[in-house]
Antibody, heavy 118, light 108 residues
Framework: EVQLVESGGGLVQPGRSLRLSCAAS????????MHWVRQAPGKGLEWVSG????????GYADSVKGRFTISRDNAKNSLYLQMNSLRAEDTALYYC???????????WGQGTLVTVSS | EIVMTQSPATLSVSPGERATLSCRAS??????LAWYQQKPGQAPRLLIY???TRATGIPARFSGSGSGTEFTLTISSLQSEDFAVYYC??????????FGGGTKVEIK
């Protein structure tokens, strides 16, 4: 069974940093791209970032470009999101998702909550 | 950035009735469109990809159609478990992917 477990969320002050992790199991991790999607409280889904299986292709939403960095460690079956210069508008539940060559986001983890507030 | 616009924002439907949800792209995304279902407190679930192909395990009452800029998700006969929020997503413009704002399907 495919499992994706996010961690690393919490309460952080504006301007500070946080690193999210996503631990993957139940599939061959380095066969798939991985992405982050977030959802602000009571709002819709917003794609944040994605990384190909070998880290050779990476993309970011304009809202996080230059502040967030996605990475992965295939030896550890793990995906990361380094978030710097955090803002109140980054407050959201952050999901990781397994993504295949047809850009099917399936499945998703249960998310980790990031709250940016002073 | 390609903007995805979903309508209506809320759709009130009685169980057993048909629901039709729309998604419009600000420019052509070919057939590179997916639909996701999200229930309260749960992660989204993939329903449709390639505009019209059902994902594994998705019931036949869910169908997708369209290409270019206009897309439709149809639920032929709503079941109680189908009341949820539905999102469309384009993946034609990598490395920029975008979701629509969502349509909430509620019980009438």
């Amino acid at each position: 069974e495919v499992q994706l477990v996010e961690s690393g969320g919490g309460l952080v002050q504006p301007g500070r940093s946080l690193r999210l992790s996503c631990a993957a199991s139940g599939f061959t991790f380095d066969d798939y791209a991985m992405h982050w999607v977030r959802q602000a409280p009571g709002k819709g889904l917003e794609w944040v970032s994605g990384i190909s299986w070998n880290s050779g292709s990476i993309g970011y939403a304009d809202s996080v470009k230059g502040r967030f960095t996605i990475s992965r460690d295939n030896a550890k079956n793990s995906l990361y999101l380094q978030m710097n210069s955090l803002r109140a508008e980054d407050t959201a539940l952050y999901y990781c998702a397994k993504v295949d060559y047809r850009f099917r986001f399936d499945p998703w983890g249960q998310g980790t909550l990031v709250t940016v507030s002073s | 950035e390609i903007v995805m616009t979903q309508s209506p924002a809320t759709l009130s439907v009685s169980p057993g009735e048909r629901a039709t949800l729309s998604c419009r792209a600000s420019q052509s995304v070919s057939s590179n469109l997916a639909w996701y279902q999200q229930k309260p407190g749960q992660a989204p679930r993939l329903l449709i990809y390639g505009a019209s192909t059902r994902a594994t395990g998705i019931p036949a009452r869910f169908s997708g159609s369209g290409s270019g800029t206009e897309f439709t998700l149809t639920i032929s006969s709503l079941q109680s478990e189908d009341f949820a929020v539905y999102y469309c997503q384009q993946y034609n413009n990598w490395p920029s992917l975008t979701f629509g704002g969502g349509t909430k399907v509620e019980i009438k």
